[in-house]
């Protein structure tokens, strides 16, 4: 896997002297774990030890706590990867192993209170010369213009003609989003792809697999190969072909995939919003009349906690859905796990969580233990929750917070909005 970037200790902001010693975090077991935190993130990068091998790390936490260690950690993470990154996002190109990318973008609207919205832009070509490459991605430049928001149209790191679906994609655009958010300020819950011909490949396949990122996508002039659209529950998604478009049956397998999307949202009213639009009268170019996608998808704003999880793996896997997780020996291409938590909403209109949460697991095919993580804005972590099988035995455990889950969650993604401080993992039968 290709995220090399992360690192296992990430240097902090200076909130105490440099002169502190380590010894500070040992021998005050009683201390208050939040001070604790912000003494150890206060050291430099040369006399902090690592943070999960801290007591306090694992100490549980109240609620209070949590929200205060959460906004420490984020604070420093944005403040740390802001100085590491500064050089990519000024020169405009990702180097990750012995890929890079290339991308150049444009910033439409006034940015709201919000944040702006990130739109990624895919372009054409495929298995061709570097050339004609290059010239689909600075056509692609300007090819579309949403009302408001960073509008970034990426150069694929090779010339082959799965271009924009192959593993390291997936890496490379969680970087984007992430640069994004540091250096932009793009709102992490309005997060769209889409892309045009060997660009629209790329979303019928990067969508369902990394929809935990992404509010809605856009699909244009594309074939899926051998993609599945299960994990599209909770986003938008909506494609647009030309009736005329026969090559590799294009036009035919869209019209699958509009069956296909239909049937998934009759059995699932809640989820599989899409729109698809044969436009008959075209071939292969649209004449632009598929613009319409970009602010059919401006409607749609991440949902970081959804009360289902609909999660297939495809052959490219990951550790992380939403708030599912498994470990490598369960991170298994093929896999399905669905999940849905019920629970009352609780009386305090300050606190938007559920309480009695119940998380049952409706399906759980190739893999043989399943991780929950929760946050206090998903289910009120003080009270015990229960996990229902697939056999139907239910497990009763009450959630624990912690500063390492919250650093764990950090370290494998900057997502302000998907921090989770508890998490619990059951074996399936």
């Known amino acids: 896997m290709i995220r090399t970037y992360l690192i296992t200790i990430i240097i902090f902001s200076g909130l105490v002297s440099n002169n502190q010693s380590v010894r500070a975090f040992n021998d005050s077991p009683n201390a208050d774990v939040v001070k604790e935190l912000t003494l150890w993130a206060g050291q430099s990068e040369t006399k902090r030890p690592s943070l999960i091998e801290q007591d306090f790390a694992n100490a549980p936490l109240s609620q209070a706590q949590a929200k205060a ?44 209170k919000t944040g702006r919205r990130l739109f990624i832009s895919m372009h054409g070509g495929g298995g061709t010369a570097a050339r004609v490459n290059d010239q689909q991605w600075r056509n692609q430049i300007g090819l579309y213009e949403p009302k408001e928001g960073v509008y970034l149209a990426p150069r694929a790191p090779t010339n082959t003609w799965n271009l924009w679906h192959q593993g390291h994609i997936d890496d490379f655009f969680t970087r984007i989003i992430e640069d994004a958010i540091l250096f932009e300020d793009v709102n992490p819950n309005q997060v769209y792809i889409m892309g045009y011909s060997a660009g629209g490949d790329g979303v019928y396949q990067l969508a369902p697999r990394m ?62 919003r899409h729109e698809v639009t044969i436009h008959e009268k075209y071939g292969h170019w649209m004449n632009r009349d598929d613009k319409v996608a970009v602010p059919w998808m401006s409607k749609f704003t991440r949902d970081p906690l959804p009360e289902k999880i609909v999660w297939f793996q495809s052959g490219r896997t990951h550790p ?32 938007a969580s559920f309480t009695a949460a119940e998380f049952k697991i409706e399906k759980a095919d190739k893999v043989k233990a399943v991780t929950i993580r929760m946050n206090d804005n998903f289910v009120d972590l003080d009270q015990p929750v229960t996990v229902v099988l697939p056999s139907g035995k239910k497990i009763i455990k009450t959630p624990q917070r912690t500063i390492g889950r919250i650093y764990k969650s950090l370290s494998e993604r900057f997502d302000p909005e998907s921090v989770f401080p508890a998490e619990i993992t059951v074996a399936l039968e």
């Open 211 to 272: 929809a935990d990122q992404l509010a809605a996508a856009a699909m244009m002039a594309g074939h899926p190969n051998n993609a599945s659209p299960l994990g599209l529950r909770n986003i938008g998604f909506t494609l647009h072909m030309g009736g005329q478009d026969k090559a590799y049956n294009r036009n035919g397998i869209a019209r699958q995939w509009k069956q296909k999307l239909a049937d998934l949202q009759e059995n699932d009213p809640e989820g599989y």
């Open 320 to 351: 992380r859905f939403y708030w599912l997780a498994v470990d490598e020996e369960n991170r298994v291409g093929g896999s399905q796990i669905s999940v849905s938590m019920t629970g009352k909403k609780s009386e305090d209109t300050a606190n």
């Open 69 to 112: 260690a959460s906004a420490i950690l984020i604070k420093d993470f944005r403040k740390q990867l802001k100085n590491q990154r500064k050089k990519e996002w000024t020169e405009k190109v990702i180097r990750l192993d012995e890929l890079e990318m290339k991308f150049d973008y444009r910033v439409f609207g006034k940015k709201r």
